[in-house]
Structure formats: C-alpha cells, structure tokens
C-alpha cells in the first residue's frame, strides 16, 4: 500500500526565505505526483504537476523536483511572502486507465512572517 | 484547465437526517470520480472510487450503506450520507480526470456538519 510522508509537519519562516518542503512515497510505481495548496477550511489549489518521467516543474517560484528511485519528491520556494502561508500537500498519483487516484501525503503547514 | 464543480460548499444538518453532494465535471466526460475525507488538521483520505454505470469501489473501513455513491451520468456523481451522526462531520472532496489525461481535477469541497 502506498504511503506518503511530508516533513517537516509545520514549518515558520521570515519573509523572503527560500524553503524546501519534502515529500517522499513508498511505492515508486507512480503515474506523476502533484503538489497542492490548501489555505484554511478551504479546497485544494493545484501547483505543479511532474509526470513520473519528468525530473522536475517550475511555476513562477515554485519549483518542484521528483526522484522515483529514491521516492523523494520536494517543492522549492523562492523568496517566500506571507501569502505563501498554508498547508502544502503532496499527492502520488497512480493512473488507473480512466482516473488518477491520489495518496496524499500528511503536508506541511508553512506559516511566512512579516 | 478541467473543471469540477461540487455543490453544497458546505451544510449542516440535524443528526439522523441524510445529506448528499453532488461532484459535476462541467466541460468533460469522466467515467471515474473519486471521492475523499478529510478530517480536522489531518490529510486526505480516500473513501471510494465511483464508476459510471457500476458499483462503487469503497476503500477499506468505509461504510457502503453509510455512504451511497451514485454515478448516473458521465459528468454527475454524488454522495449521500445517511443517517449523519456529528463523528461525520468532516471536509468532503471529489476529484476527476478528463479522458487521456492524468492530472487529477478537484470540486471546492463540501465542509459538513452534524448537529
């Protein structure tokens, strides 16, 4: 069964700090692994997706690497602002033909201070 | 992007009562949703696969009869909870793909609360 980790579970960062959150899985069978946001009592924001043989994606400055021998995946910030503020989630996705099923990882509460 | 739609994006209801939410994808066709939980500060936890035309596929600990799952149509599944106690309380989110494609869409979620 696949399992996903994230550490550290709750991280606090001046601003304009770069930081890297980390994930990694189990299973190294994984169709692509996927990186949300989720702000406070609200839905899931979708930020990068790396298809399982791609090595990395970048939006603005976010940038996100994947290593499946190694099962590791980790999600670079830039100059972190407190806008940054929220949960990060990881998700290894696994196709199963018509649908991704994701596992999520436990994610990252990120809190960027003025 | 694909787009999901989830309605309501949030209820409460009287303990005992029945509540369902609905999951469209609005400009594709999806055989497969699936459907999630997420408690307070904890992560996502997938409840069931639901396939148009068939039976749900329901994770391990996840109570069939509790939880209906119902995909009528390629772009409408829905869940009802019946029988709501207050430990259901919790985020539900649905997620789909669009046919060849392998990102996974998500709806807004549905915040539910027991009373």
């Known amino acids: 069964k696949q399992e996903v980790t994230q550490i550290p579970a709750a991280l606090s960062v001046p601003e304009g700090e770069n930081l890297v959150l980390n994930c990694s899985f189990t299973d190294s069978a994984i169709y692509n692994l996927q990186w949300f946001r989720q702000d406070p009592g609200k839905g899931l924001t979708s930020l990068l997706l790396?298809?399982?043989?791609?090595r990395e994606q970048t939006s603005g400055r976010l940038n996100a690497s994947l290593d499946k021998s190694s099962g590791r995946s980790t999600l670079y910030i830039a100059a972190s602002q407190p806008g940054d503020s929220a949960t990060y989630l990881c998700?290894?996705?696994?196709?199963?033909?018509?649908?991704?099923?994701?596992?999520f990882g436990t994610g990252t509460r990120l809190q960027v201070m003025l | 992007g694909a787009v999901v739609s989830q309605h309501p994006s949030w209820v409460i209801c009287k303990s005992g009562t029945s509540v369902k939410i609905e999951c469209r994808s609005l400009d594709f066709q999806a055989t497969t949703m699936f459907w999630y939980r997420q408690f307070p500060k904890q992560s996502l936890m997938l409840m069931a696969t639901?396939?148009?035309?068939?039976?749900?596929?329901?994770e391990q600990g996840v109570e069939k009869d509790k939880f209906l799952i119902n995909h009528a149509s390629l772009t409408l599944s829905t869940l009802t909870v019946t029988s709501a106690h207050p430990e259901d309380s919790s985020f539900y989110i649905c997620?789909?793909?669009?046919?060849?494609?392998?990102?996974?869409?998500f709806g807004q979620g549905t915040r539910l609360t027991v009373v």
């Open positions: 639901s396939n148009e035309g068939s039976k749900a596929t329901y």
């Open positions: 997620s789909a793909n669009p046919l060849r494609a392998t990102e996974a869409f």
């Open positions: 998700a290894a996705s696994f196709y199963t033909g018509t649908a991704s099923k994701l596992t």
């Open positions: 790396i298809q399982s043989s791609q």
